[in-house]
């Protein structure tokens, strides 16, 4: 079947993108606003971009309902600053509770019950039962689309700081048997790790 994505609605056509890239990997953000107001939410559209300087991004769209930037996205302008942290199994509760739109005076934290503990250079807090972390400074956003509902950014950041859990490292490898991330499917849906299998390169 073809299916032009112009003669689609944004719904529509976010329904076909979140049921084929999957499962995707989640970045819980922790944010703080100019008023110093902790804020927290989860991103799957989600990806490492380089490792030198190691980079990462995410893209929080423009909100369904009337189109406004995201809280997280408001404050990444304002301080430059953020958190991404891994979800697990062990906090995948916690981090739904998050994904709720509340008012920018809302701290997430509070709502969910997760702890907000300094980082070492930026001015957003650390999930503390989060298994890693890594303190972010922004080096771009770019808008795209039209500032409208369907549109959004794509925010680029360099992560200056890890934070894992010692007894997930390895010789310098996460063990992602003990990491049990969590990965996001289409609406409501989670996944597991399943089985695994290797293959070889050439
Ligand atoms: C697992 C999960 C993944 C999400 N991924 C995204 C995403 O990639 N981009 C986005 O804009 N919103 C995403 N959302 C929705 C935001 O988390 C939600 O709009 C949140 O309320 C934004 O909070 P904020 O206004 O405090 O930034 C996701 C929600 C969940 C539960």
Redesign the pocket.
């Known amino acids: 079947m073809l299916i032009d994505p112009k003669k689609q609605t944004f719904k529509e056509n976010y329904k076909l993108m979140i049921g084929s890239i999957l499962p ?1 990997p ?1 970045a819980f ?1 922790s ?1 703080i606003s100019q008023d110093g107001i902790h ?8 990806t490492g971009i380089t490792s030198d300087p190691p980079t990462i991004c ?4 423009r ?1 369904g309902t009337d189109g406004e930037a ?4 408001k404050n990444i302008k304002a301080t430059g600053e953020f958190v991404i942290n891994i ?1 697990n199994e062990a906090i995948v509760k916690e ?2 509770e ?5 008012p ?1 005076e809302v701290d ?1 934290f509070l709502q969910s019950g997760l702890t907000a503990v300094p980082a070492e250079i930026v001015s957003a807090p650390l999930v503390k039962e989060s298994p890693i972390s890594f303190e972010c400074k922004r080096l771009q956003v770019l808008e795209i689309g039209k500032a409208q509902a369907g549109g ?1 950014f794509l925010v680029i950041g360099e992560i200056v700081m890890f934070h894992i859990k010692d007894s997930l490292l390895e010789n310098g490898r996460i063990n992602t048997e003990l990491l049990n991330p969590v990965g ?1 499917l289409a609406g409501a849906e ?1 996944t597991k790790l399943g089985e695994r299998f290797t293959l070889k390169r050439k």
């Open positions: 995707r989640i953000i944010t804020n927290l939410a989860p991103f799957s559209f989600f995410f893209s929080p769209t909100r995201k809280d997280t996205l979800v981090m739904n998050t994904a709720t739109e509340f920018p997430e959004g996001r989670y």
